[in-house]
């Protein structure tokens, strides 16, 4: 190719690729939604694919199940679509899948592994405290503490926050996402909220805490 302006000429190479027969069409974003972690008690989950042809030619989808869990009768209720619902999801481990796209020419698929988890029990808040529940704004600053677990075992994440405080106050944490934290700024009268949040890969647990600040310190207490 070559452009001219009377003057001077640019030339550019245009490359073309030329294939040989039909393409098949390219599987894109095979994935289950809906929910994206799948935890017994629930039963469903919505799968879904699309796919690319080259040539524009019509993609029909076949969903198929490969393997599933001893015991399990899961159903696809429409196999037969890019978005299928599988339902009548009862045991814990993987579902096996296979997604297959086809231009009337050719055939690809591709296998997606649904992770099933067992029944999950919510985190636990045993006690949570603040080691000066009353102070003098003087003091300005108290430990909030709290004893966690989860009956299953699993990995847990804490995080602190500001439910309410008095107009003007400015309650700043050291690590709000650990259990235990310093807050600082309990500078302004009044009585300050503070909620933790515990939570597991499903689940959560709230506890509620509250400070408060008073002025005359014979009126503190612990």
């Known amino acids: 190719m070559a452009v001219s302006d009377g003057t001077s000429t640019v030339r550019r190479q245009v490359l073309l690729n030329v294939l040989e027969g039909n393409q098949p069409p390219v599987l894109d974003d ?30 029909s989808f076949r969903w198929s199940l490969v393997s599933e869990p001893a015991g399990s009768a899961v159903r696809l209720e429409s196999p037969g679509e890019a978005k299928c619902k599988v339902t009548s ?6 579902l096996v899948l296979k997604l297959e796209a086809s231009d009337g020419t050719s055939t690809v698929a591709e296998e997606l592994t649904v992770p099933v988890h067992p029944v999950n029990a919510a985190p636990v808040i045993d006690a949570a405290q603040a080691t000066l529940a009353t102070l003098a704004p003087s003091d300005g600053t108290t430990l909030l503490s709290a004893t966690t677990r989860d009956p299953d075992g699993d990995c847990i994440s804490h995080w602190w926050r500001v439910k309410a405080c008095p107009p003007g106050a400015r309650p700043v944490f050291a690590v709000q996402s650990g259990r235990d934290t310093k807050v600082s700024g309990l500078t302004v009268e009044g009585a300050y909220e503070f909620e933790l949040t515990v939570v597991d890969r499903t689940k959560s647990a709230t506890r509620k805490v509250v400070v408060t600040v008073v002025a005359k310190r014979g009126t503190l207490g612990h």
């Open 30 to 59: 095979v994935h289950s939604r809906l929910p994206v972690v799948l935890t017994l008690p629930d039963s469903t989950v919505e799968l879904r694919g699309g796919a690319m042809d080259l040539e524009g030619d019509k993609v």
């Open 89 to 94: 999801i009862t045991k814990p481990g993987s």
